[in-house]
Nanobody, 122 residues
Framework: HVQLVESGGGSVQPGGSLRLSCAAS????????VAWFRQAPGKEREAVAA???????RYADSVKGRFTVSKDYAKNTLYLQMNSLKPEDTAMYYC?????????????????WGQGTQVTVS
């Protein structure tokens, strides 16, 4: 049984920072595609950052240069470091994972999802 559990969300002022964590059980982040998504009220879920099996990363244009995705293989944990936060970053953030080493695009391609952690920037 795969379980992804996010933590680290909260309220922060514009310009502040947060680090989100996603701990996995029943699933190993190594050699798999994992990603962070977010969804604001009334908007579609969007990909924020993805990290492929070999470690290459991809970011949404809106977060490039501000967010960094990383994996800690020893802790089997995925992170999203968010700096220079803006009010438009306010959303529920989700960790997601695929049973593939390469990332297939689109939320429907992800096999596992966490419950989400709220980020509010105001």
């Amino acid at each position: 049984h795969v379980q992804l559990v996010e933590s680290g969300g909260g309220s922060v002022q514009p310009g502040g920072s947060l680090r989100l964590s996603c701990a996995a059980s029943g699933y190993t982040f190594s050699w798999k595609c994992v990603a962070w998504f977010r969804q604001a009220p009334g908007k579609e879920r969007e990909a924020v950052a993805a990290i492929h099996s070999a470690g290459s990363t991809r970011y949404a244009d809106s977060v490039k240069g501000r967010f960094t995705v990383s994996k800690d293989y020893a802790k089997n944990t995925l992170y999203l470091q968010m700096n220079s936060l803006k009010p438009e970053d306010t959303a529920m953030y989700y960790c997601a994972a695929q049973d593939r080493s390469w990332c297939k695009a689109g939320p429907s391609s992800y096999d596992y999802w966490g419950q989400g952690t709220q980020v509010t920037v105001s």
